[in-house]
């Protein structure tokens, strides 16, 4: 900065820019409050159908967020202002009084023009005129006012350029709406972008060179700083995609980095970890530097890392996208990309992916698992367990094979569930372990459900849309078609079965045989009986029973879908005894039908459920049956405070007509005491597998089922005080048991099938 432009700087334009953005602020604030309150709770408890329940409910949400980022981001640029504004001033200040100081001992200081000053000393026309030499001390105070201006200028000049980077950095962040990036002054937003120049610098360093130290500052600086916009994208564009590349394979390579390896190779997976978490962060920066680097790092995946002989891109990077949210576009065109270099790398399937099959001279490029990382679809679909549109988006995407049998386009999701030859990984024990396969059950989990695999639906999650519930059916067809995809796979159990315990509207309407005709008037009452919001994915009733089959053979596949459906079946009967429920969404038939019809499809879901129970604990692998009374025992904790919209049916039934009622109602209080019912009977329930028979297991799921059924239907008919509460008893156990005699009609034809196919 030079002299004149601080010493004579005129700050009103800035202090009115930080009163500006102060008033900004406080109005942005009330706005981000109404569209919290006004818009985005008020958006949830709404009555949402067809597509609104699909755009407008999460448009309404996505815009409401957008004001808090507004208001966030004004905050941001406030505080930089008022913070930048206050300094310039003190050094303005600080100039002021080294000039004034300096006049005293005949100092004067003078702009060149050119970024530079000088300090003359005045001395008198008559006293130069003789030939005067100033005393040595008058030369060191010429120095010291030299010196003093310089600091100051360097300091303001310093506060002046950081306050220009960090705003710039904040405003394009996004190339369209506002920044989430929060900063409580300048001084923390500069020290991120310089902690973040730190950071790059070090994980450019050759792996061989790299000492344990600087390993662990960067590591530390990585950790501390993941979630930082400004930090991660100034880290990611300054190392930039190449050396990100080389820098983990370098450090996993023992040839390259063995010092450094034994030194520290226990803590990789927390460097992996804080590395993959700052690149998720950056990838959400729109930033042109950003944007160039997603890009370069998409086309390099099939270029080797480190030589010739060192692995894929695709591998090293996957491997990184194990941690984190990484941004739903650079997921997916990273999938297309990864996927066309798979289908080049097996013929299209036509044989195993050699080059992504671990071998003993490679690198272990994965510290935060069993598996070696070889395989980048591991890693990638971790990632896309945790977005769930980059997830929904890959999964459906369609490619059409070159050659072979093939006459029709066939989708990412079948060729990984069904086709895809997954490369051997095994443990450190030596035991075949099946990460990749277990990512795709969870990436498959998020895809269908809208919301991050392992979580449960909110109220804030969407209805299902057209494309998840597309994918949903061809999940419940492909396992119908193969039990064995499922059932020899049974670490995916636990993604498959909370699929389906959010689809239960679904599975309910496929198991009545009406056919999914909008024009049909019956299946207009189907519509009604079982409500979905969005849209409803269309399944056949056989593959339906088959696939919950599969899926009660597992433990935990089982009990989540167990205890879904006692909340669902709960809410329904709360639901339409309501009282209050508008005439146009009630089922067109009397109450005693339409508690029965609510007990029948609730019934051959759970009976279908016994008979995977009991293929399970009688068949030849033996799970004991007190594994599944244990893992329906574990919702008991996830159950408390979220019947309604956690429980299976979640945003699936929540949001449907008559929403006040449903979810702020009675029916919180039915579910609850169905739940409560269902986990004190499994603590209770202790059959002795030795001597256990199909009767026995079918009777005692019956008459559990029975009382259940009974006790959501009084319960229901307690809370809304109806004339017919002493009949709803009976009506849900003549449906109960005719459900029951239903999937055991499902089981036999499942069993003929079995048979026709061996034969």
């Known amino acids: ?31 981000a409050e109404d569209a919290e309150k006004g818009l985005h709770q008020a958006a949830n408890k709404a009555d949402w159908a067809g597509e609104n329940s699909q755009v407008t409910k999460e448009f309404i949400g996505k815009t409401a967020g957008e004001f808090q980022d507004a208001h966030t981001q004004a905050q941001t640029i406030h505080n930089i202002l008022s913070d930048t504004a206050g300094e310039l001033k003190g050094y303005q200040k600080q100039l ?51 010196n003093e201006v310089e600091k100051i200028l360097t300091a303001a000049t310093k506060s002046d350029n950081s306050a220009k980077t960090v705003l710039t950095a904040v405003v394009d962040q996004t190339e369209y709406g506002f920044s989430d990036a929060t900063y409580k002054d300048r001084d923390t937003a500069e020290a991120a972008v310089e902690e973040a120049d730190a950071m790059a610098a070090l994980a450019k360093k050759n792996p061989e060179k790299l000492t344990p130290e600087e390993f662990d500052r960067l590591s530390a600086g990585l950790k501390k700083y993941a979630d930082d916009p400004l930090f991660a994208e100034r880290f990611a564009t300054d190392l930039g995609p190449d050396k990100t590349l080389e820098f983990w ?41 950003m944007t160039q680097w997603k890009g370069r790092m998409i086309s390099i995946g099939d270029d080797p890392v480190g030589g010739q002989m060192g692995p894929m891109g695709f591998q090293v990077m996957s491997n990184l996208m194990r941690a984190g949210d990484y941004d739903d576009q650079f997921l997916k065109s990273y999938g297309t990309s990864l996927m066309a270099t798979e289908r080049r790398l097996t ?9 992504w099959q671990h071998m003993g001279v490679d690198p272990w490029l994965n510290r935060m698992g069993d598996d ?172 339906v029973s088959r696939f919950l089959i599969a899926v009660g053979q597992n433990p935990e596949g089982y009990s989540a879908v167990e205890v879904g459906q006692k909340a669902y079946m709960a809410n329904l009967m709360d639901y339409h005894m309501n009282p209050d429920l508008p005439a146009d969404h009630r089922y067109g038939q009397n109450m005693e039908n339409t508690i029965t019809e609510i007990s029948r499809r609730s019934a051959e879901v759970g009976g279908c459920l016994a008979i995977g129970r009991q293929e399970a604990v009688l068949g030849p692998a033996k799970e004991a049956d007190d594994a599944y009374n244990h893992a329906v025992s574990q919702w008991q904790n996830v159950a408390n405070g979220v019947v309604g919209t956690g ?113």
């Open 96 to 146: 002021n009084e080294a000039l004034d100081r300096g006049l005293k001992k005949n100092l004067t200081v003078m702009d060149t023009g050119d970024g530079s000053f000088t300090v003359t000393m005045n001395v008198h026309p008559d006293r130069a005129a003789a030939g005067y030499t100033p005393p040595e001390h008058d030369e060191q105070d010429v120095t010291a006012l030299k």
């Open 372 to 543: 070696s990382g070889d395989d980048p679809l591991t890693g990638y679909l971790k990632a896309l367990s945790s977005s769930p549109d980059a997830a929904t988006d890959f999964l459906n995407e369609e490619y059409l094979p070159k050659g072979g049998d093939h006459k029709e386009a066939v989708s990412n999701f079948s060729y990984l569930f069904e086709d895809r030859e997954w490369p051997k990984e095994t443990d450190l024990k030596g035991e075949d372990i099946h990460p990749g396969q277990n990512n795709l059950a969870m990436a498959i989990e998020a895809a269908t459900t809208g919301h991050p695999a392992g979580e449960l639906p909110t109220a804030d999650t969407p209805a299902h849309n057209a494309q998840q519930a597309k994918l949903m059916a061809s999940v419940v067809a492909s396992i119908s078609d193969d039990p064995d995809r499922l059932t020899e796979h049974s670490y995916m159990s636990d993604s498959i079965g909370q699929m389906a315990s959010e689809y239960l509207p679904d599975i309910n309407r496929a198991s009545t045989d009406v056919k999914p005709d909008p024009d049909s008037a019956d299946w207009k009452q189907i519509e009604k009986l079982f409500p979905v919001a969005g849209s409803s994915a269309a399944m056949d009733h056989a593959d």
């Open 249 to 289: 394979a370098g450090i996993n390579d023992p040839h390259k980095a063995a010092q450094l390896g034994q030194a520290r190779v226990d803590q990789y997976d927390d460097l992996q970890r804080s590395l993959g978490m700052t690149l998720a962060t950056a990838s959400h920066s729109d930033s042109a530097a």
């Open 347 to 355: 013929g299209n399937g036509e044989h195993a992916n050699l080059a």
């Open 647 to 759: 429980i299976g049916v979640g945003t699936s039934f929540i949001a449907t007509p008559a929403v006040g009622a449903v979810a702020g109602g009675a029916a919180g209080t039915v579910s609850s005491v169905v739940l409560g019912e269902l986990f004190q009977d499994v603590e209770g329930s202790k059959l002795e597998d030795s001597g256990l028979t199909s009767a026995q297991l079918w009777e005692d799921s019956r008459e559990r089922n029975i009382a259940l059924a009974q006790k959501a239907a009084t319960e229901a008919a307690k809370a809304h005080h109806v004339s017919y509460a002493d009949q709803v008893g009976e009506w849900a156990r003549y449906g109960t048991q005719d459900g029951f005699n239903d999937a055991s009609t499902d089981g036999r034809r499942m069993a003929d099938d079995l048979e026709t196919e061996i034969s």
């Open 1 to 31: 900065m030079d002299l004149d432009a601080l010493r004579f700087a005129n700050f009103k334009q800035l202090d009115d820019a930080v009163e500006d953005f102060g008033h900004i602020v406080r109005n942005l604030k009330d706005l």
